[in-house]
């Protein structure tokens, strides 16, 4: 490097960023020197993230539209208004999840909506604005390893080397619809969503990563580990910081690995 020239800010989008997980890795992504937009739901939310970040992290701003990632229209919105201002996202990391009570077909619908179909919907608006060099940070759990599938053969298409990203809606939607018809148990499916959701999340991952890094772009899957947030509970085994530097480490890797599950950094099995 030249003596003098200053190396570029890397931007990074945190989704669902207002508390919790979203919350500490807005923090340790903004004292690790990036410029970091934090979103919520409710853009107000966004805003006391910010204002709470910005002095003590460092570079943090909000932004100033809404972003409910279980709302296609918000998302359009958002991708619309960071590309008016010329933003360049750097670093995405789909943090935004939610965990419902009960198990029914609604159960089934709203876990995916906003943990899958929420995920790849950001992903595909803000693509356009991912430069080559970028990285992309899906936040999964342990839930979503494929022990959780019960049947060799639905394991069998989430891992197929063929599956795109059409045919994996296709095996999300196949879940809601046995769930409906009381039929999901004989399919193979577990009676959580959240695990499928995380399932599908990282197969996800897996049919991106070879058509993404075409554009230099890398994509991974992170576990956090079980952390004590409103999620997680209190008994929860980790810290919010700890399971966020599992994220951050992810976010700032920038290159390689690509189309893998990651804990701590380390590799582990999908």
Not at 163 to 182: I, K, N, P, W
Request: charged fraction near 20%.
């Amino acid at each position: 490097m030249i003596r003098g020239m200053s190396v570029p800010v890397r931007t990074a989008l945190v989704t669902g960023a207002n508390r919790g997980l979203g919350l500490e890795t807005a923090r340790q992504l903004a004292a690790a020197g990036m410029h970091v937009i934090v979103t919520s739901r409710e853009a107000s939310a966004a805003r006391d993230a910010a204002l709470t970040l910005a002095k003590p992290a460092g570079p943090v701003t909000a932004l100033p539209v809404p972003l409910d990632v279980g709302n296609p229209a918000q998302i359009t919105a958002a991708a619309e208004h960071l590309r008016a201002a010329g933003t360049a996202i750097d670093v995405l990391v789909n943090n935004a999840g939610i965990s419902m009570h009960g198990f029914d077909e609604n159960v089934a619908r709203g876990t995916l909506e906003v943990n899958f179909f929420g995920a790849l919907r950001v992903t595909e608006a803000l693509l356009p604005l991912i430069p080559a060099g970028g990285t992309i940070v899906m936040v999964s759990s342990g839930m979503g390893e494929l022990s959780g599938l019960d049947d060799d053969a639905l394991r069998a298409r989430f891992t197929d080397p063929k599956l795109t990203r059409d045919g994996l809606v296709a095996l999300a939607q196949e879940f809601v619809a046995d769930v409906a018809a009381r039929r999901h148990r004989e399919r193979g499916w577990p009676s959580s969503a959240y695990s499928v959701s995380k399932i599908a999340l990282n197969a996800l991952v897996r049919v991106w990563a070879p058509e993404l890094a075409t554009r230099r772009i890398i994509i991974n899957a992170v576990c956090p580990g079980w952390v004590r947030t409103d999620m997680g509970g209190r008994s929860a085994s980790r810290s919010v910081e700890k399971g966020a530097a599992s994220i951050v480490w992810a976010a700032t890797r920038v290159g390689e690995p690509t189309g893998g599950f990651f804990r701590d950094g380390r590799r582990i099995d999908w």
